[in-house]
């Protein structure tokens, strides 16, 4: 649940084909039935609770099945057992889970009435009312203010803006923390904050029906008999944020369930892990085998009756009407309630109890604790722990997730001189990260104080009026489409279209070239404490296609100069022959640029001859208003301007990712987790971070793009990555027994030649995502090591993710930090939230979350991985303590006349899961641990076992029945033995009934306490008290039950009286349990000597290690820089959209005027304080403006951070 009401139960009632609605007419809206604004996200209410979570709880088959035992057990014909010895834990079970559940529900309601009772001004009977959420109806028309969140889908009607824009922040909705423009039409905008107009206006609006599309709507308004087309540029989704716009007015389109961001809410699911799935299956096996067993022995019973039950009629009479059929019948119903103790419900307590165990280990790791935020890592259900330590693919989103979203100026290349590197005293060259001395801006009033520089030789440069550095800086401060707002002199804030922009003004800033404002017509800037204006003549708008812009200027002297950026292949094409030996110089810094994963721009420029420009601008204007091919005219003209240009030189950007992530990625996938990126930046973008987190690396063979525009060059460009993976692979083996696995419908692992990347974008992954195509995707892509999916929409990565799911046997888990990664988190099997500067929504639709993606490692290698080691663990000894208990039983039928006479004491039944053998095995389920976590960071390859579940499967859970069926021969048949005519050292019988099951209870408690101890890998104080405390226990109840007080009190509840001092004094007692445990272990003992010398795992090897280096633990690898040495040319550092330049040039993108300074010097003006924020070492472009981590003042905490995540209930 989240504050927008992002998990979604319920689906709309009927499907919609257009939505009609006229603005401030209810009644006339209220006949179509729209939904309400309202929102609910909780599943019961006071009266629904008791009966709807009480059949969800029976739906799980061990609850069902000891209800069923619980209602044998009343019948007194066939119950051997007391009550109480189920209701009790079933009871404790069921309550437990609903009161879980119960306190979920509770903060869903809560989270809902947060919500539906937040304010909002609605016009109403031509007045401003303040309303609730919930309240608010579709048609109607509302007022927003700055640094509100948009209620519902509106269609914005007019602002306090100019040209009637309004500024959003999309964070909570596309992860991304660039500032988006919206503009309303025209005749809407006229009508401004005229309540009178507002209330008057009646215009309908006929639009698409709600959908899950972001980026499109279509859609026409009808007013005052005129028709005028809509867009997704006039419509406010909810989930965005006003910023920097006093106040808009919209039009309700859709509310609440209907709103686009609902509508990509992806379906709650429920998530069990695949031990939970495989359990079940072992219970209705296990169930089957009781049925088996009980079958046998009532067979046994009717022969028993039939050839000596004859004998006993004399003194034990039976009930007029009971043949021996029917006696079988009964003794069949006895066995299930006896031999029920093989899945007994003290397994599901624990099992909870040692999952919530490890959810604390994992909220208490303060190696997981992000200090600079104060974000503690969060375990958000405790159902998925052991999941964990099995997770195969790993699905991240970029933004924030990776990266940092910051953009740093980091390095630059001016008429052949490298920049950016710091030198000491000895000139040698210094990572900028290490040290220290960093460039001193004082003499720049209107620097940037966040932002740093190491290199002094480039501030140098400036002061001296080196011509090239000042026309390079230049460039920066006029060939962009950057906003500058000035609300108070010397006070600048940078609005960028994207942080790339956003870096280069701001490095052009602190280096004496400040960007003050603009106008459609003209750019002002500060060169060295000059104000200077310059007339802006055009701007040759960024496509992905031309992968570069200019500007035409005029300078205030007159003279015209066009200004270039843009990728360095493309703008070396358009260079001037004498460049050459220029180019060649800034060829060699571009590539050690990318070698350092930086994204890379060219810049060049040349001056513009006046008459020509003149006639070029005639034409310019003649394109720009054709009808015709417009933008293939226009795309000649810019190729016509744009040649013979002069090389100024490169910049080199820093998309700052993370700390830690290249690390982590490595540490991955030597634990043979592969990671798919999905995210919705564009190609070149998204490769260039690939490289820069070693998830794409020069090593690789090929890296295949898949950009198809069509279903037929999509499936074409796949198979031809498929041959070149796999050369031998046959005509339309996709579909051939081969490529599929077993079950017919799951794809089989397959090794590629080599090592190769998959990129594609998102309009092919809309092709190859189609179900004639995806198997051939989904195949191609687990074939290469690391896959990169481009331009995607959140719909699109949960297909991606349940592409995964449905055919590769395989844990998958996603990550991501952005409403946009919601549908992806929920579809995985895993979810985990980055609770970072996108909002809070991933969190809180989240498994698992933490602050930094490096702490993923942490969270699978070592908490994971102790997990399901742990689970794994206590399910094995479980099943065999437990088998082995319930075995004793079958064997003793056969000497009791299959009576169902049970072979310990009544007491000891219902104290054995419960007192004498519970605490040892949660100990050890909550402690032990092969290897510590230095050591598993160390081998990350200990982690894939838990992929292949070695640990517990079907094939484990096998060889310990077999065991717990060799252990129960020995426990039955050797005190049977030990006890035959034998007498006792004072000539008395040892062998009566309650001595035989004292002592074959003994044996068992201390058989199980030794094989505890083989199990167990890692000896703590606490395990040891429980071990040896348990025992001690059991021998303080054992004597207290079997005293005489007792006996006095209660004759018919201890009938064992004297039993324990009588039998636990004879030495061929103790001998007898010594004999017993030993050939009890000497099996597992001589397996496990033998499988270690022989064929050893890695677990044992590393463990072998860990013996060999006990009292000098190796030192963690220390964390040093990744530097690629690379002849790829990095990824241009342009992450623009196409039709700013238009936007700037007509003005409609202006606020209001900055307050300039026109004194010739510098303004007598503090240092400025920009709206960018410091991260990390150096200051980066922050595109919102403001602090990345800090709140809005002011303005009330929303449920996204006031909600707690709904935890899964247990089983």
Known sequence: MSFFGLDCFTEPERAELERKLRANDREYNRSFKYATNAIKTSKYNLFTFLPLNLFEQFQRIANAYFLVLLVLQLIPQISSLSWFTTVVPLVLVLSVTAAKDATDDINRHRSDKRVNNRKVQVLIDRKLRSEKWMDVQVGDIIKLENNQFVTADLLLLSSSEPLNLVYIETAELDGETNLKVKQALPVTGDL?????????????????????????????????????????????????????????????????????????????????????????????????????????????????????????????????????????FLTFWSYIIILNTVVPISLYVSVEIIRLGNSFYIDWDRKMYHSSSDTPAEARTTTLNEELGQIKYIFSDKTGTLTQNIMIFNKCSINGKSYGDAYDYTSQRQDNSEHKDPVDFSFNPLADPRFVFYDHSLVEAVKLDNPEVHTFFRLLALCHTVMAEEKQEGELFYQAQSPDEGALVTAARNFGFVFRSRTPESISIMEMGNQRNYELLAILDFNNVRKRMSVIVRSPEGKLSLYCKGADTIIYERLDQSCSKLMDVTTEHLNEFAGEGLRTLALAYKDLDEGYFSQWKQRHHEASTSLEDKDTKLDKLYEEIEKDLLLLGATAIEDKLQDGVPQTIEQLAKADIKIWVLTGDKQETAENIGYSCNLLQEEMNDIFIVSGHSPEEVRLELRNAQNTMKPQREANSLLSPEAMGKSGNLVEEEMADGEYGLVINGHSLAYALESSMELEFLRTACLCKAVICCRVTPLQKAQVVELVKKYKKAVTLAIGDGANDVSMIKAAHIGVGISGQEGMQAVLSSDYSFAQFRFLQRLLLVHGRWSYLRMCKFLRYFFYKNFTFTFVHFWFAFFCGFSAQTVYDEWFITLYNLMYTALPVLGMSLFDQDVNDVWSFQHPQLYIPGQLNLYFSKKAFFKCAIHSCYSSLVLFFIPYAALHDTLREDGKDAADYQSFALLTQTCLLFAVSIQLGLEMSYWTAVNTFFVLGSLAMYFVVTFTMYSNGMFLILPAAFPFIGTARNSLNQPNVWLTIILTSILCVLPVVTYRFLLIQLCPTINDKVMYKVRQARATPPPPPRRTRIRRTSSRRSGYAFSHTQGYGDLVTSGRFLRRPAVVSWSPGFPPVGRATSGFSPMGRSAGYSPTGRPQSSKVPDVEATSLQMYRAIKDPPL
């Open 192 to 328: 401004g904050d005229d309540i009178e107009k507002l209330a008057d206006f009646n215009g309908e609006v006929r639009c698409e029906p709600p959908n899950n599309r972001l980026d499109r709507f279509s859609g026409t308004l009808t007013f005052a008999g005129q028709k005028y087309p809509l867009d997704n540029e006039k419509i406010l989704l909810r989930g965005c944020t006003l910023r920097n716009t006093d106040w808009c007015f919209g039009l309700v389109l859709f509310g609440g369930q209907e709103t686009k961001l609902m509508q990509n809410c992806g379906k709650t699911t429920f998530k069990r892990t695949s031990i939970d799935r495989l359990m079940n299956v072992l219970v209705l096996c296990i169930f089957g085998f009781l049925v088996f067993m009980c079958t046998i022995l009532a067979i046994g019973n009717y022969i028993w009756e039939k050839n000596n039950g004859s004998n006993f009629t004399v003194f034990l009479p039976r009930e007029d009407g009971n043949s021996e059929a029917f006696s079988a």
